[in-house]
């Protein structure tokens, strides 16, 4: 939905792994020529998205996140 109002990608990254960090942890920046309604849908629907990721997608973060422990010790 962001990308069909705003013509271009919310997030974007070199890799699968850097996209899915950035969808859960970077700000979404909005053009300002986005109505402020238009903004807040766009916020309800991240926030829902969020609230809501699949069962496939936490365990891919869950994975990534023990990885991530692993590389650091």
Known sequence: MYEMMAGQPP????SEDDLFESILHDD???PVWL???AVSVLKG???HAL???SYADAI????GFLNLLVRAA
């Open 28 to 30: 979404v920046l909005y």
């Open 35 to 37: 109505t402020k309604e």
């Open 45 to 47: 629907v991240r926030m």
């Open 11 to 14: 997030f974007e990254a070199d």
């Open 51 to 53: 609230l809501f990721l």
């Open 60 to 63: 891919h973060f869950f994975y």
